[in-house]
């Protein structure tokens, strides 16, 4: 709660702070706002870059580990996974892996790349995987505030457990979204 009430909550209130000032980007979505950065005056970029990408970055987490399922079976991401992963458990000893290896403030994501193969990536601070042409479908927050009040410096604690609450059925939802909106 209080990743989710203090922090993400800081990012929005940047977010909508900077964006007071410019009445006419208020209407874009956080996607178009981080795919346009050039766009921007030169003086806001990084903040833009910073709190869209944590605005968004913080929602997705949020989204993907929400408990509410409906018992729709994720079978597109399974079978995608299970095609480029050979099977789950070792997609998932993967993720582990890869998690572990983010050093500093960062994320680890999975993604879609242009060839529409699943694909992991690691990005610093609050960058966004937009800006690389990746869509993003899931993704584990690895900054300090998202673990260290639980498990302080043990971090692959809280990767192994994070994996056990990903809602299946949220990462489903993306990808096939992707697919549809393309
Ligand atoms: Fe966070």
Do not use: C
Not at 117 to 129: H, M, R, W
């Amino acid at each position: 709660m209080y990743h989710h009430d203090k922090h993400l909550k800081a990012y929005i209130d940047k977010l909508n702070k900077i964006l007071s000032d410019y009445p006419g980007y208020q209407n874009l979505s956080l996607k178009e706002i981080i795919e346009n950065l050039s766009s921007f005056p030169q003086n806001i970029r990084t903040d833009l870059r910073n709190n869209a990408g944590g605005v968004f970055n913080h929602k997705l987490y949020f989204d993907i580990i929400n408990p509410k399922k409906t018992g729709k079976e994720p079978i597109n991401i399974t079978n995608a996974i299970i095609k480029q992963y050979k099977d789950f458990g070792e997609f998932v000893k993967i993720f582990k892996q890869q998690a572990n290896e983010v050093f500093g403030s960062g994320y680890l994501f999975l993604t879609i790349n242009k060839f529409n193969e699943l694909q992991f990536v690691i990005t610093a601070n609050q960058n966004s995987v937009f800006e690389l042409n990746l869509y993003p479908i899931m993704l584990i927050d690895l900054w300090e505030h998202a673990y260290y009040l639980d498990y302080q410096n043990r971090r692959s604690d809280y990767i192994n457990n994070f994996v056990k609450i990903v809602n299946l059925e949220k990462v489903e939802e993306r990808y096939v979204n992707y697919f549809n909106d393309k």
